[in-house]
């Protein structure tokens, strides 16, 4: 079996934890795990030959590189890259034809930010799903309701088969008095998206039913480059794929969709009250992370990064502050936390995209200070790592090392630094900073100049093969 791992999204409904450049996938937000370092895990655990392939963007792919190998470590087929986002149809029909267009090697197909409690009932519901697949049947998994839920798609169960039902519809997102019907009826499932399938009988399936999109991928997986870790498909070919769900592509049109109903702890984190509903609260039903005091509060989510929250006399709240932005709403309508990224990010800002510590294929970086032409930044390069040989056409950099061992080309010149010791990088000067330590390497670095933008840098080489 190979699990299909989909780490594409942006995760704007958990902002501003979640940001666009290191989105909910990324982080630990119910356990000490983040959510995809969970999903690798899931995936491996359900059989000793089970691998692991990821399938990610651009932006994302060293965050998704690093921990797929810090959890699979020899168990991965690697990371397929899409140039552009095509929806989750295209995205598994590369991942098909990576395990081969005559494969019957079973594919299960799971997002990366899901939550899954009770993984031997998950286990017990891929072992059905198998069976199915193995039969030539697209198996969706369908999430038993606990409530009649607006926020998701729903599937309507048909003639039972023994472990698994014939799909009879698949439903839109209702109403809240619909939803109730739902519930009260019974036979209708939350749609989980994920699957489990054989390759070829996907691509099959493709061909009857998206001839134009199989046409596009197979061109695009033709086309093919390795870059490292990564899988990179022709761009051109891609961009001319339809864009569409696995859902509207073939599950909808398909005469042998099944659903094996799943009852699991599952959920999909879509919102800060579904990461409240999830996690266990205390007695006036608060769930509390991180430095929090209270008195007089109920019902309510707060979630402090770096410093103390203190609330007094609200109810039904959500509070998240990280250490740039603070989120006050109310619970029952942060569904429209969107609203306001959608206003960071009109007006300019950078909130939306980006955390205070960014980071990148070397390590991270984050703003300590900033001001008219200057700014301090915190940097940490991993043991080994190297930066690009670049040089900055508008700022010249002063770095202080405050931990660890730096090796630093400065023009003609090569230093080796220590703590406490520093240098100068002036203005037009090519350089490099690499870490040839065994530990964390942290330095101050401030930046002095006309222009301080992330898009003043002239690279020449670099260990990551970025443009």
């Known amino acids: 079996m190979l699990a ?44 000793e030959n089970a691998r692991v392939m ?35 149809a295209p995205a598994i029909a590369l991942a098909a034809l990576a395990a081969g267009a005559e494969s019957d090697e079973l594919l299960l197909v799971m997002p990366s930010d899901q939550v899954l409690k009770d993984m031997k009932a998950f286990r017990e519901a891929v072992d059905k799903g198998a069976e199915a697949a193995r039969a030539g049947k697209l198996v969706t998994f369908g999430i038993v309701p606990s409530s009649p839920h607006t926020g998701y798609g729903y599937i309507k169960a048909g003639k039972d088969q023994g472990g698994y039902a014939d799909v009879a ?46 046409a596009a991928c197979r061109q695009a997986w033709e086309g093919k480059e390795g870059d490292m870790d990564f899988i990179r498909v022709a761009r051109e070919a891609f961009e001319a794929c339809p864009d ?63 410093r103390l929250i203190a609330a007094l006399g609200v109810d039904d709240h959500v509070i ?43 390590g991270t970086y984050e703003g300590v200070a900033q001001g008219d032409r200057f700014q301090v930044k915190r940097i940490t390069v991993n043991p080994g790592a190297s930066l690009s040989l ?25 230093l080796l630094l220590t703590e406490d010791q520093s240098t100068y990088i002036p203005l037009g000067v090519t350089h490099r900073l690499t870490n040839p330590g065994v530990i964390p390497l942290e330095l101050i670095e401030v930046q002095t100049g006309s222009y301080l933008g992330e898009d003043d840098i002239v690279r020449f080489e670099d260990t990551y093969n970025r443009v």
Request: proline letters at 4%; aromatic letters at 8%; a negative charge.
């Open 320 to 362: 998240v502050e990280t250490d740039d932005v603070v989120l006050v709403a109310d619970r029952s309508r942060v569904q429209e936390v969107k609203k306001l990224v959608a206003k960071v990010k009109a007006s300019g800002r950078l909130e939306h995209r980006f955390h205070k510590k960014v980071h990148r294929p070397w």
């Open 390 to 414: 670049q040089k900055h056409h508008h700022r010249a950099e002063h770095w202080v090392v405050v931990k660890g061992t730096a090796n630093v080309h400065r023009g003609e010149e090569t």
């Open 169 to 214: 519809a698949f439903v839109e997102k209702p109403n809240e008095a619909r939803a109730q019907e739902y519930l009260d009826e019974g036979g209708y499932l939350w749609n989980s998206g994920m699957f489990l399938f054989r390759a070829d009988r996907y691509l099959e399936e493709l061909a009857e039913h998206q001839p134009a999109m199989l």
């Open 244 to 306: 569409d769900s696995i859902d509207y592509a073939v599950m909808e049109k398909t005469r042998d969709a099944v659903v094996v109903p799943l009852d699991a702890g599952w959920s999909d984190v879509g919102s800060w009250s579904a990461l409240w509903e999830i996690q266990p609260q205390d007695e006036h039903g608060n769930v509390c992370r991180g430095d929090v005091i209270t008195e007089d509060v109920s019902g309510s989510y707060i979630h402090s990064e770096s």
């Open 4 to 47: 299909v791992i989909l780490s594409g999204g942006s995760g704007t409904r958990l902002w501003p934890l979640s940001r666009e450049a290191y989105p909910k996938q990324f982080l630990p937000v119910v356990t000490d795990e983040t959510l995809l370092a969970e999903t690798i895990q899931r995936g491996l655990q359900l059989d």
């Open 54 to 88: 990821a399938i990610t963007n651009e932006d994302h792919r060293f965050v998704v590189a690093a921990q797929l190998h810090a959890q699979a470590s020899q168990r991965t087929e690697g990371i397929i890259l899409e140039p552009v986002g095509r929806n989750t």
